[in-house]
Nanobody
Framework: QVQLVESGGGLVQAGGSLGLSCTAS????????MGWFRQAPGKEREFVAG????????RYADSVKGRFIISRDNTNNTLYLQMNSLKPDDTAVYYC???????????????????WGQGTQVTVSS
């Protein structure tokens, strides 16, 4: 399995920007699709963005499309999420995750992800 560690969370005002990073170690993670999920208090974990193994395909939740950008640097085993025009509704714990199958399609269901980071808190004030 792969170990994932997120960083970059914090407090930001509405309309501001924040960047998250997720560093992977362990197995050769470069061949696996990855994604970002988030979970707000009292709500279920939801898909935010996903990217295929070489970064050529991305998917976004409708709620973040046009505001968030997912990318990856396989040389440094790092996944990124650039969050712009942040809203209070974006407040949540953000998790990065790796899909179970290498070279697979970018999926949105958490059931196909088998490695998760510990999460990083993002708080957007109004």
């Amino acid at each position: 399995q792969v170990q994932l560690v997120e960083s970059g969370g914090g407090l930001v005002q509405a309309g501001g920007s924040l960047g998250l990073s997720c560093t992977a170690s362990g197995r050769a993670n470069s061949f696996y699709p990855m994604g970002w999920f988030r979970q707000a208090p009292g709500k279920e974990r939801e898909f935010v963005a996903g990217i295929n193994w070489n970064g050529t395909t991305t998917r976004y939740a409708d709620s973040v499309k046009g505001r968030f950008i997912i990318s990856r640097d396989n040389t440094n085993n790092t996944l990124y999420l650039q969050m712009n025009s942040l809203k209070p509704d974006d407040t949540a714990v953000y998790y990065c995750a790796t899909q179970r199958r290498a070279f697979g399609l970018v999926r949105t269901s958490s059931a196909v992800f088998d490695s998760w980071g510990q999460g990083t808190q993002v708080t957007v004030s109004s």
